[in-house]
């Protein structure tokens, strides 16, 4: 199995007045490439501070982060943005959709920064809308969607870029509880059937077991890993 993700003696330590705060301290994990990875804990336990280490959205204060065999704790942030183009796709609690475009556009998007034509931003992002199931909703603007199908959105413009590795943080915070289910489902499936590596952050530990891993976090230390994977017999 190949090793995409893998951090070694990860720390991130706020100094809030004369207070050491340590939202992450000294976390080791390696991650396969294609796992669903779930990080799940209370508020406050460190999991949107180990995403945004493991995304280059942050510097670690100590440790190494190390993406595809490159580390990228001590880049540029110019460096950082471009390894972010590269390899990485998001996915919002609150969607950030582009209001003024339609669904098809708004999964083009992204592909309008990395040089593509127009004609191939428009293929590759209906074969997207196919994936998630809402070609009949093609022309609709995000305020004519439901709350799932703009996630659904969501999750096509994460995969559209083709990348390496997608991060979710709370990517059902807005949606019911069974939409959020579909949302799961949806996850669940896109990375199976394209070999992706998914990194999602929540508070729910049902919403978890869709995961192949979950990682429970506490006051900044992974507590537990539990491994969905083994008792399927894989
Ligand atoms: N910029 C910052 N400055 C100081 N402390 C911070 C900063 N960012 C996070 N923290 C602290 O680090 C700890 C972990 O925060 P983090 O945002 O990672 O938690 P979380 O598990 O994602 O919480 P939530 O579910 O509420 O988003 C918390 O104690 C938080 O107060």
Redesign the pocket.
């Known amino acids: 199995m190949e090793e995409i993700i893998k951090v070694k003696n990860l720390s ?1 330590l ?3 007045g004369d207070e050491i ?4 301290y000294e976390v080791n994990f390696s991650i396969e490439k294609g796992e669903f990875c779930a990080i799940v ?12 280490l493991l995304a280059g959205l942050e510097p670690p204060t100590k440790g190494e982060v190390i993406i595809n065999k490159e580390h990228i704790e001590g880049r540029t942030e110019e460096e950082l943005v471009s390894f972010r183009r590269e390899n990485v796709g998001f996915i919002f609690q609150s969607f950030h959709l582009m209001s003024t475009l339609n669904a098809v556009e708004n999964i083009a998007f992204p592909l309008s920064f990395m040089g593509v034509s127009k004609k191939e931003r428009m293929k590759r992002a209906e074969e997207m809308l196919r994936l998630v199931k809402l070609t009949k909703h093609e022309k609709h603007i995000p305020t004519q969607m439901s709350g799932g199908q703009q996630q659904r959105i969501g999750v096509a413009r994460a995969l559209v870029v083709n990348p390496k590795i997608i991060f979710a ?2 990517p059902t915070g807005n949606l019911d509880s069974q939409t959020s289910k579909e949302i799961m489902e949806l996850m669940q499936r896109v990375v199976r059937e394209n070999k992706k590596t998914l990194i999602m ?1 929540t ?1 729910d530990e049902e919403l978890a077991n869709y995961a192949d891993r979950v990682f429970h ?1 506490r006051d ?1 230390r992974i507590i537990k890993i539990i491994d969905h994977r083994r008792k399927e017999g894989n």
């Open positions: 991130k706020y100094k809030v705060v340590k939202a992450l804990g209370t508020s406050g336990s460190g999991k949107s501070t180990l995403l945004n943080d709370e952050v508070h976090i900044g």
